[in-house]
């Protein structure tokens, strides 16, 4: 089973892209359109959090 745990993003607008950062994590990314934004971040902060239980199991 799968949990989910909300983390708060701080969403802006650099010049043509849309930027996303989660400052729980401090974990940022960017694309073109806030749904792909979102999308961005959620996939860096899943491979942030599978690094993470990576190193904590050996």
């Known amino acids: 089973m799968t949990a989910r745990v909300p983390?708060?993003?701080v969403m802006?607008?650099?010049g043509r892209?849309?930027?996303a950062w989660s400052?729980?994590?401090d974990?940022?990314?960017q694309g073109k359109t806030v749904?792909?934004?979102l999308r961005n971040l959620r996939e860096?902060?899943?491979l942030y959090l599978e690094d993470e239980d990576a190193k904590n199991s050996n």
């Open 27 to 29: 974990i940022a990314s």
């Open 23 to 25: 400052p729980e994590l």
């Open 17 to 19: 892209l849309q930027v």
């Open 7 to 9: 983390f708060p993003a």
């Open 12 to 14: 802006w607008k650099e």
């Open 35 to 37: 749904e792909e934004t």
């Open 44 to 46: 860096a902060i899943e």
